[in-house]
């Protein structure tokens, strides 16, 4: 089992940053690889957004590319945190951003976290 829990959300204004934190907690060992997606309001689906693996190689959405930067910790041995740096925030960016991981052959996913991007 692994445990996800979002923080960081908030208010942000367009052009600015925001940092969105996943802490994975449980049999992180096992861990394969962790996303975050975005559902916009109104959107019924979630959106990737970012990808990270075990060994660290990462993959965008191209609406974020450039602006977006997942990262990870694993430096702790029980909490397995990964990052999502959001620079040169837009309207767009607007939604509820939640985590996922993918471990033990399932998947995995946080309770979300929201971002409002808005002057």
């Known amino acids: 089992q692994v445990q996800l829990v979002e923080s960081g959300g908030g208010l942000g204004q367009p052009g600015g940053s925001l940092k969105l934190s996943c802490a994975a907690s449980g049999s992180i060992d096992s861990i394969e690889w962790v996303r975050w997606y975005r559902q916009a309001p109104g959107e019924k689906v979630r959106d990737f957004v970012a990808h990270i693996n075990s060994v660290g190689g990462t993959n965008y959405a191209e609406s974020v590319k450039g602006r977006f930067t997942i990262s990870r910790d694993n430096a702790k041995n029980t909490i397995y945190m990964i990052y999502l740096q959001m620079n040169s925030l837009k309207p767009e960016d607007t939604a509820v951003y939640s985590c996922?991981?993918?471990?033990?052959?399932?998947?995995?996913w946080g309770q979300g976290t929201q971002v409002t991007v808005s002057s």
């Open positions: 996922q991981a993918f471990a033990l052959g399932r998947f995995y």
